[in-house]
């Protein structure tokens, strides 16, 4: 689902509390809505959920409905707007005011801190009944973190008939994307749109380079001579005029591609309906291309999880909620996950009952996701993911060296390192 209802907002940024949990106490602990409405009947329990605002008509009404079925605890929904998810939740966290549940990204640092509670207990029993690459970016030390809510494919959106119109084939390198984005361009329409800061894509430019962001040994496994080529070559398509910059609204919205800026957009599977409303059958989709000669092509799976305040004052009490909503209404996680734009069920059974991504282009998007997808780490925290869209910003946006732009990025990313791993 995409991150916003109103604000110009990336989804890419939430992996980017540039300050991290200690500077985000002196910021507000709540966002510009709170959310107090929606809230269940039953015990005196009192619970508190935060949630991102999510762009899809529909999507806060039906966690508040959600919750409102809940008869065992009263749990309200922060339903925080704007560009303050992140911040909102992690001063939240610091302060006596802090949730007791709430979505984010699986983070061993959120582990190591005793943030996360412990939820091995309540997924045990479904446990195999979860996408396994779901259950392993939760788990650190045998022990599940999280509950993965949705899983979110991302890739490439084109359009049919321009792409038959300017006799380009649909690319499967990234040498074919830059010669098809120049075919594209025209007067009034750039080839391609890949996020207003190209941060959207930092992590398949890694995959689809051959390489990893760290490997089974924690160590950096980014840094390539395939993703220092790769960085090169879109250094040339960003100078190249054929790409759609400072668009209206980020990668995570449709509207570029909708509207007709541009005639090949990065995206996710949640925009799916939207596009198919606008566009009908001309639309089609592919994964981030392979580059160079130990390239492979990828598709990022992002997607959201629910997590416990292991430091809360109802820890129980909202164990007790998250298993009833995100284990045992399997009826709530299939709206969740098909009624507001596109997701994957993380798991098996429901994504078997869930029609609407059985045929045509959803079904290849979940082909997509099957084939080509990469999971995160839960160890390649949110300090390492902003030191290599630093890397982005200084050799793709600006003029800077790859080699020395990664540099920089493995000493940052080695001091995260050692603090985690010693």
Known sequence: MSAMSNSNFSRRSLFRAAAGMAAAGTLAACGSNNGRGGSSGGSGTQ?????????EAGTEQALKRYAAAYKKAHVNTNWITGNNFESALFAALLTSKAPDVFEFHPQLQLVKSGQVADLTDIIDPVKSDFNPNDIKSHTVDGKIYGIRMIDDPQFFYYRKSMLEKAKVDVPTTLDELIEAAAKLTTSKVKGIFLGNDFSAIQNPIIWSAGADTINDKNEIAYHTDGVVGGLKQLRQLFTSG??????PTD????????????AIQWGGMWSMPAMQKALGDDLGIFPFPKIGSAGKQSVYNGGWSIFVNAKGKNVDAAKEYVKWLWIDQTQYQEDWA?????HIPPRTSIAAKADKLKSGLPAEGVKLFTDYGHFDNIAYDQTMQTAFADVIASSVRKNGDPEKALDTCDKKVN????????
Do not use: I, M, R
């Not at 098909?338 to 596109?342: A, I, M, P, W």
């Open 251 to 262: 990668f995570w919205d449709p509207s570029s591609l909708n509207q007709g800026l541009c």
């Open 47 to 55: 619970l508190t959920q935060y949630f991102h605002a999510y762009g």
């Open 338 to 342: 098909t009624s507001y734009g596109f």
């Open 415 to 422: 001091v995260e390192l050692k603090k985690l791993f010693g």
């Open 242 to 247: 054929n790409v759609l910059l400072d668009a």
